[in-house]
């Protein structure tokens, strides 16, 4: 079983809102990692978007909207990656890791189709 | 200004060798950790390596005893050392800043391994 799953695809029209997951493996708790969440747009370099452990540790990437938001939810032990008021150059995929076991792990990646 | 400038990408027979470096400007790369991160032709994000202000460095299993990671700080770049070359590496090679990527990332140089 991977460290980090994500659903391949996720679809949302523009204005709403975008909810992402990233499941942790049984046995890593969510509460215990910071959430790191990677944009990257085709043809482009991935960006650092934020990352999210707790309400108090958390961390908005430079010149990120606050439009994007990180949270969990220990009791599915999933990092969640929102956003909200989407535009249609929201497209792309996005990636959490954590630093696990002295690895930086990604999960597979999310691929946001706006329409 | 954080700029990232990779360069030693190229085309290399399976076998062979490649050394990729990252210029960096706007920090002190002595006092910053740094990693690669890999990305194959249509694939998700993979990290190579990294390696902290400390010199600690860390591998992903895929490149462990054949990539080596390290920095000259004197010419404030971080190195990969990238031997026995084999087709699956072939991809574009990011330096990002941190263990996490947490910051502007390199736009990258295209390692292929091909006979």
């Known amino acids: 079983q991977p460290v980090l799953t994500q659903p391949t695809s996720l679809s949302a029209s523009p204005g709403a809102s975008a909810r992402f997951t990233c499941t942790l493996r049984?046995?890593?708790?969510?509460?215990?990692?910071?959430i790191y969440w990677y944009q990257q747009k085709p043809g482009s370099l991935p960006r650092y978007l934020l990352r999210y452990r707790s309400d108090s540790d958390k961390y908005q990437g430079s010149g990120v909207p606050s439009r994007f938001s990180g949270s969990n939810d220990a009791a599915t032990n999933v990092g969640l990656l929102l956003i909200s008021g989407l535009h249609s150059e929201d497209e792309a995929d996005y990636y959490c890791a954590i630093w696990y076991s002295g690895t930086w792990v990604f999960g597979g990646g999310t691929k946001l189709t706006v329409l | 200004e954080v700029q990232l400038l990779e360069s030693g990408g190229g085309l290399i027979q399976p076998g062979g060798s490649l050394r990729l470096s990252c210029v960096v400007s706007?920090?002190?790369?002595?006092?910053?950790?740094m990693s690669w991160v890999r990305q194959a032709p249509g694939k998700g994000l993979e990290w190579v390596s990294s390696?902290?202000?400390?010199?600690?460095?860390y591998y992903a299993d895929s490149v462990k005893g054949r990539f080596t990671i390290s920095r000259d700080t004197s010419k404030n770049t971080l190195l990969l050392q990238m031997n026995s070359l084999r087709v699956e590496d072939t991809a574009v090679y990011h330096c990002?800043?941190?263990?996490?990527?947490?910051?502007?990332w390199g736009q990258g140089t295209r390692v292929t391994v091909s006979s």
């Open positions: 990002a800043p941190g263990l996490m990527g947490d910051g502007d």
């Open positions: 390696v902290t202000e400390i010199d600690t460095t």
């Open positions: 706007g920090f002190t790369l002595s006092t910053h950790a």
């Open positions: 049984s046995g890593i708790n969510v509460g215990t990692y910071r």
